[in-house]
């Protein structure tokens, strides 16, 4: 209410001389700002605590640990990586719940965006989509599918596998 406050309360009020008012009036100063640097202070917290319970979260652990272990993500945006703070949502039910985030990822060679997806089931969180949007890039990648190598070492134990039992068949 600033000055029109003081001028509407001296009209309205009741005063003992102007001593009176203007202590009255400091005293309504001083709560007022007490109020609005608390109200600062909650909301600030508030914000902070989203943020903060975010980032430690189990599941946005989860899609650092794979984003940090990508050879793609390596030659793509260097190493070390860095990440910014996760935004979106995370709902959880006793053992179950899943997870929607999405956070900033740069490198020495270049940044980008992460979008995670996560289910927690039986207590235990694993991501059901992690993909990179490299900025300037039209394209995204899935940090989730195989890569040659993998696919290549999951063929050889497979073949490993079948002729073991071939062999011991006979």
């Known amino acids: 209410l600033g000055v029109r406050g003081n001028r509407w309360a001296w009209r309205k009020g009741r005063w003992d001389n102007i001593e009176h008012f203007k202590r009255v009036q400091r005293a ?5 700002v007490i109020i609005y640097v608390g109200l600062i202070v909650l909301f600030g917290a508030i914000f902070g605590g989203v943020f903060y319970l975010l980032s430690h979260s189990e599941a946005y652990r989860l899609g650092v640990a794979n984003l940090e272990a990508s050879a793609e993500v390596a030659n793509l945006l260097g190493r070390p990586v860095t990440t910014g703070l996760p935004t979106g949502k995370i709902a ?3 053992a179950s719940g899943n997870a929607a985030l999405s956070f900033s990822v740069s490198g020495p060679k ?3 965006r992460v979008f995670l997806e996560a289910t927690k ?8 989509s992690l993909i990179l949007k490299v900025d300037g890039q039209d394209s995204v990648i899935d940090l989730l599918r195989p890569t040659r190598a993998e696919l290549e070492g999951d063929r ?3 073949e490993e596998r079948r002729v073991g039992k071939e062999c011991r068949s006979r």
Do not use: E, M, N
């Open 110 to 112: 270049g940044s980008g």
């Open 156 to 158: 050889r134990r497979s």
């Open 92 to 94: 959880t039910s006793g």
């Open 121 to 128: 089931k039986d207590g235990a969180w694993s991501l059901v």
């Open 28 to 32: 309504w100063t001083k709560w007022a």
